[in-house]
Antibody
C-alpha cells in the first residue's frame, strides 16, 4: 500500500535552514503528486506547497513563497522541502500528502515536527 | 482566493446526527473534500468530491455541497467520531489548496 514517511524535523534557530524529506513506497513514484501541509501547535491545517507527479509544476502558499522550495528525486523515491530563512511562525508539524491528479489528499505521512527557536 | 469558514465546535449526543458546515462564496461550484483528525494523528480523508466515501469509511459519513455551503453529516454518532474535521478545496485560480479552519466535534 502507499506509504509516505517524513523525516528531517528538529529544532532550528530563526533565520537558519532545514530540509525535510518524504520517502515514498508502495506505489509508482511518478504517478502521485505530493503536497506539504503543516499544522502549528493547537492550530488548523495549512497547505504549504505542491509538486506535480513529474516535478514540472510547483506551487507555494503565500506565507512560504520565496523561502521554501519543493523538489523530488525519482531515483530515491523521495520528496524534499527545503526551508530557508525560517521564522518562529514556521513552527509546526509538517506532513507530506499525496493526491492522484488534482483530487483530495488520499495519503498522508505521520508528520515531522519543526521547531524554530533561539 | 477561496476562504472557507467552519464553526469552531459542534457538540452532539451519541446516537444523534452531527452536521458540520463549510461556508465559502459559491462553494457549490467546486469539489469539497473532508478530513478527520484525531489528537496526535495525521488527517484521514473521510469524504471526497462532495459526497464520495473512500473505502473503509463507515456509511454513517455523508456529504453534500450546494450554493455557499458544504456539509459533512455523521449519522448515529459514536464516541470514536470525536475529532477535528476539516474541509478543503482546490482554488484553481491560484492552484492553491485551501483548508477550512476546522471544527471540533465533541460527543457528549
Amino acid at each position: 500500500q502507499v506509504k509516505l514517511a517524513e523525516s528531517g524535523g528538529g529544532v532550528v534557530q530563526p533565520g537558519r535552514s532545514l530540509r525535510l524529506s518524504c520517502a515514498a513506497s508502495g506505489f509508482t513514484f511518478s504517478s502521485l503528486a505530493v503536497h506539504w501541509v503543516r499544522q502549528a501547535p493547537g492550530k488548523g491545517l495549512e497547505w504549504v506547497a505542491f509538486i506535480s507527479y513529474d516535478g514540472t509544476n510547483k506551487y507555494y502558499g503565500d506565507s512560504v513563497k520565496g523561502r521554501f522550495t519543493v523538489s523530488r528525486d525519482t531515483s530515491k523515491k523521495t520528496l524534499y522541502l527545503q526551508m530557508n530563512s525560517l521564522r518562529g511562525e514556521d513552527t509546526a508539524v509538517y506532513y507530506c500528502a499525496g493526491d492522484r491528479g488534482g483530487g483530495p489528499f488520499e495519503y498522508w505521512g505521520q508528520g515531522t515536527l519543526v521547531t524554530v527557536s533561539s | 482566493s477561496f476562504v472557507l469558514t467552519q464553526s469552531p465546535s459542534v457538540s452532539v449526543a451519541p446516537g444523534n446526527t452531527a452536521r458540520i458546515t463549510c461556508g465559502g462564496d459559491n462553494i457549490g461550484s467546486v469539489a469539497v473534500h473532508w478530513y478527520q483528525q484525531k489528537p496526535g494523528q495525521a488527517p484521514v480523508l473521510v469524504i471526497s468530491y462532495d459526497s464520495d466515501r473512500p473505502s473503509g469509511i463507515p456509511e454513517r459519513f455523508s456529504g453534500s455541497n450546494s450554493g455557499n455551503t458544504a456539509t459533512l453529516t455523521i449519522s448515529r454518532v459514536e464516541a470514536g467520531d470525536e475529532a477535528d474535521y476539516y474541509c478543503q478545496v482546490w482554488d484553481t485560480s491560484s492552484d492553491h489548496r485551501v483548508f477550512g479552519g476546522g471544527t471540533k466535534l465533541t460527543v457528549l
